[in-house]
């Protein structure tokens, strides 16, 4: 139903990791700070004009979103709505480490029906079209089927590890997993990799998007940890509730610990 739109996020995907990789292997990453700790490359605004001019040349009638691009309120009024960011894991990209990635989601009528994932470091390419499961680098995949909290890997973001904010919940999981890039630990998490993703800090669509797609197509839970699925291209990008992305069984135990 979307074969069209799932082949060209992922040439575009491709692509973008490929002026990725070009500013990653150099000494000329032209580093600013948007604002405090969040800083943005040259690779950033590359490889956002580079999806911006492929994917919109593609599909001009749709909406546009993007960490990299101003935003407008015309996506508002589109059922149809490209959720991307060109580089997520920036620091990670700029520290030399290799959690970092392109996302890309698409969004009909605020739910996400493409997700693309792509990891130009480990050429690891996580897809999927609503309704027809999860592929990585072509093979299929299913999100972790484990049941008990103890015998389960979470992986959480480096700086919330960093701030002992994972510290009360030390002895109840398996290990806790600093990894860079949400968009990289969700495609890990629907790809069975680790059990659980949670985030406590607050995330923007671009960075979830096409996680959450995901997550989903892999026999997953992407909810708030009230339980609310997210609706997408909303007018307030951030979502400031504690995401879990796991199964249905974990989720229960993950959300009840969090609370």
């Known amino acids: 139903?979307?074969?069209?739109?799932?082949?060209?996020?992922?040439?575009?995907?491709?692509?973008?990791?490929?002026?990725?990789?070009?500013?990653?292997?150099?000494?000329?990453?032209?580093?600013?700070?948007?604002?405090?700790?969040?800083?943005?490359?040259?690779?950033?605004?590359?490889?956002?004009?580079?999806?911006?001019?492929?994917?919109?040349?593609?599909?001009?009638?749709?909406?546009?979103?993007?960490?990299?691009?101003?935003?407008?309120?015309?996506?508002?009024?589109?059922?149809?709505?490209?959720?991307?960011?060109?580089?997520?894991?920036?620091?990670?990209?700029?520290?030399?480490?290799?959690?970092?990635?392109?996302?890309?989601?698409?969004?009909?009528?605020?739910?996400?029906?493409?997700?693309?994932?792509?990891?130009?470091?480990?050429?690891?390419?996580?897809?999927?079209?609503?309704?027809?499961?999860?592929y990585l680098n072509g093979k299929k995949v299913i999100?972790?089927?484990?049941?008990?909290?103890?015998?389960?890997t979470i992986t959480v973001s480096r700086s919330e590890l960093k701030r002992n904010e994972w510290e009360p919940f030390k002895n109840k999981f398996k290990s806790i997993n600093p990894v860079g890039s949400v968009a990289y630990k969700l495609a890990l998490v629907s790809s069975g990799e680790y059990d659980i993703f949670a985030t406590i800090a607050p995330k923007n669509e671009w960075d979830i998007c096409a996680g959450d797609c995901l997550v989903s197509e892999a026999g997953g839970v992407f909810k708030t940890i009230n339980d609310k699925k997210i609706i997408y291209n909303q007018k307030k990008t951030l979502v400031t509730d504690t995401i879990i992305a796991t199964n249905s069984v974990l989720f229960e135990e993950v959300s009840d610990l969090l609370f």
């Open 143 to 152: 999100s972790s089927r484990k049941n008990q909290l103890i015998d389960s």
């Open 1 to 134: 139903m979307y074969n069209e739109e799932l082949i060209s996020a992922k040439v575009a995907a491709r692509n973008a990791g490929k002026i990725l990789m070009k500013y990653y292997q150099s000494d000329n990453k032209q580093i600013k700070m948007k604002s405090l700790d969040n800083p943005v490359t040259i690779a950033d605004n590359e490889a956002d004009q580079y999806l911006s001019n492929f994917l919109m040349g593609e599909f001009p009638n749709d909406g546009w979103l993007s960490e990299e691009t101003v935003d407008t309120k015309e996506r508002l009024n589109r059922n149809r709505v490209w959720i991307v960011d060109p580089l997520d894991g920036t620091k990670e990209f700029i520290e030399g480490i290799p959690h970092f990635s392109v996302s890309i989601g698409f969004v009909y009528e605020g739910e996400p029906v493409v997700g693309v994932i792509y990891n130009p470091a480990t050429d690891q390419m996580f897809s999927c079209q609503k309704g027809k499961g999860v």
